[in-house]
């Protein structure tokens, strides 16, 4: 499992950011805001986590939104992200194993906060598969 990881969200996703700050202990966090349930703009905290993944200043990242689509879509501009909108544990595997997903994205008010950890546990302990994989995730930069 990753050790130090980037999250944000907006304001939708800022209670389930704090409940897996709090329920994730063996994990640091460079939280990129926002900091309050407080109307916000999405694209400004799914920037600053891609930024974090893209610079390499961590490994993987955590979105939150509404959706998880406006978040995700936003860190997805960034040429070296693969933010993956998730919704269960498989996704969320399948999105690591064969997608090599470097944020993993969440639908706030569509999942439970246990689901939302579960699913966060499930992309930080499952690596990418490689093989006929790797050759799909080179095609994916326009």
């Given at each position: 499992?990753?050790?130090?990881?980037?999250?944000?969200?907006?304001?939708?996703?800022?209670?389930?950011?704090?409940?897996?700050?709090?329920?994730?202990?063996?994990?640091?966090?460079?939280?990129?805001?926002?900091?309050?349930?407080?109307?916000?703009?999405?694209?400004?905290?799914?920037?600053?986590?891609?930024?974090?993944?893209?610079?390499?200043?961590?490994?993987l990242?955590?979105?939150?939104?509404?959706?998880?689509?406006?978040?995700?879509?936003?860190?997805?501009?960034h040429?070296?992200?693969?933010a993956?909108?998730?919704?269960?544990?498989?996704?969320?595997?399948?999105?690591?194993?064969?997608?090599?997903?470097?944020?993993?994205?969440?639908?706030?008010?569509?999942?439970?906060?246990?689901?939302?950890?579960?699913?966060?546990?499930?992309?930080?302990?499952?690596?990418?598969?490689?093989?006929?994989?790797?050759?799909?995730?080179?095609?994916?930069?326009?």
């Amino acid at each position: 499992m990753e050790n130090k990881l980037a999250i944000g969200s907006d304001h939708a996703g800022f209670e389930l950011k704090e409940f897996l700050k709090i329920n994730l202990k063996d994990v640091e966090f460079v939280d990129k805001g926002c900091y309050s349930n407080d109307r916000v703009d999405y694209p400004d905290f799914a920037h600053a986590v891609a930024e974090e993944v893209a610079y390499e200043n961590v490994a993987l990242g955590i979105l939150i939104c509404g959706s998880g689509n406006g978040i995700s879509m936003s860190a997805n501009k960034h040429e070296s992200i693969r933010a993956a909108l998730c919704w269960t544990e498989e996704i969320a595997e399948l999105a690591r194993q064969h997608n090599d997903a470097n944020i993993i994205s969440l639908p706030a008010r569509f999942i439970s906060s246990e689901e939302a950890l579960n699913m966060v546990k499930k992309f930080l302990s499952t690596d990418f598969e490689g093989g006929r994989h790797a050759n799909r995730i080179a095609k994916i930069n326009c």
